[in-house]
């Protein structure tokens, strides 16, 4: 069973559109949540991160954390193509190795 | 300084080589990892550095793979007698410990192709 798990799509909305993309975890240490965007043959490039239950909203992105049921999401508002990439969640316990999904492919259609 | 920076960019060998990559952290940053990918999959962690002691090596990595950070700056990965299944994306990235937030930050990467 993978540690990150996220489904890898493509998940294709709309321009304008709020895009959603989930993410599960397995081991309950995790403390902390990022998401990245990586466009392709590109390195993964830091969206934000998130460590307390709830929302942390940042632009038009918003990172949402559930604990209880280990599930991070993250909330593309006005979705444009330029947010057309692979977005990775990642999860790290106390130690900081960082583990990654394998990412979700987002195609926002103009 | 404006990021991290990694050399070569690419690098093509032939089966049998040894490699031999760098990275150059932020330059405040007490930390810097190695991450594996391969197309399809996300970052594998390899290892990682705080200062100059490497604190953690992933199973996943072999004895023909070594890292050294021998100042607590830049980092070198060398793979030994090269093997087509190590071609792949070897990202570096690197952080300042701030508690729960040990946010990372990655270089361009370098792209291997094992002939």
């Known amino acids: 069973q993978k540690e990150v798990e996220q489904n890898s799509g493509p998940l294709s909305v709309p321009e304008g559109a709020i895009a959603s993309l989930n993410c599960t975890y397995s081991d309950r240490g995790s403390q902390s949540f990022f998401w990245y965007r990586q466009y392709s043959g590109k390195s993964p490039e830091l969206i934000m991160f998130i460590y307390s239950n709830g929302d942390k909203e940042d632009g038009r992105f918003t990172a949402q954390l559930n604990k209880a049921s280990q599930y991070v999401s993250l909330l593309i508002r006005d979705s444009q193509p330029s947010d057309s990439a692979t977005y990775l969640c990642?999860?790290?316990?106390?130690?900081?190795?960082?583990?990654f999904g394998t990412g979700t492919k987002l195609q926002v259609i103009p | 300084d404006t990021g991290v920076s990694q050399d070569p960019r690419h690098k093509i060998t032939k089966r049998g080589q040894n490699v031999t990559f760098r990275c150059d952290p932020i330059?405040?940053?007490?930390?810097l990892y190695w991450y594996r990918q391969t197309l399809g999959q996300g970052p594998e962690f390899l290892t990682y550095f705080q200062n100059e002691a490497q604190l953690e090596k992933s199973r996943l990595l072999s004895d023909r793979f070594s890292a050294e950070r021998p100042k607590g700056s830049f980092s070198t990965l060398e793979i030994q007698r090269t093997e087509q299944g190590d071609s792949a994306m070897y990202l570096c990235?690197?952080?300042?410990?701030?508690?729960?937030?040990?946010?990372?930050?990655f270089g361009p990467g370098t792209r291997l192709t094992v002939l």
């Open positions: 330059s405040e940053h007490n930390r």
């Open positions: 990235a690197s952080s300042f410990n701030k508690g729960l937030a040990d946010t990372q930050y």
């Open positions: 990642a999860a790290t316990g106390g130690y900081q190795k960082v583990t």
